[in-house]
């Protein structure tokens, strides 16, 4: 995070410095589905810099959490992994064709994720041994799986104006989250060993 905004924020500071990796993700997750809305906005008002700059910052913290899945003897870690990358791969086709749909298809699923592990923080708690925690996790983590790949398998809508047979999708709060809007560089490195 930029020391400036830090210290701007000393409650998102506190809360970063003293969040567990869990909560950090989330945080990092909330952040890149926030900014998804913040791109779709400043393309409407064909403000194109300021949103591939947001593009950008969206790729650090998909990146950032792809980094975080550093377990390769857990079976979920590839799966998490190829989940991160599947991500990547979205924020890399909507930078270059910046289609609204495909970024509304990532902040979809950026929200089915943030959901999942605030699931995984409310049900997990702080004093739990580590091992019980990671098959926990591994449930939520393959509910996150399954959910994702319906989102994708859907047929998205033409930009042209064709017909679509794309089916509605559940409505995405557009409400920031209440940690507030200066999260731009969520906290330094961290690990989530699944």
Known sequence: ??????DQNPYLQQEVLTASPL???WMLINRAE???RLVAQLWQQDNLSE???WLLRIREILGELLDGVTDKSNPASASISDFYVFL???????ELSQDRLQLKTLEELLHIEAETWQMVIQNNSENAPEADLGDRVLGEIQELQQQANEVASQPRAQL???SSEFPPQPAVPNTP????SNLDDLGSSFSLEI
Do not use: N
Not at 88 to 94: K, S, W, Y
């Open 1 to 6: 995070m930029h020391s400036g905004q830090l």
């Open 23 to 25: 909560r950090l993700r």
């Open 34 to 36: 926030e900014l998804c």
């Open 51 to 53: 949103a591939a700059g």
């Open 88 to 94: 990547l791969r979205c924020i890399g086709e909507v």
């Open 160 to 162: 042209s104006g064709g």
């Open 177 to 180: 989250p209440s940690y507030g």
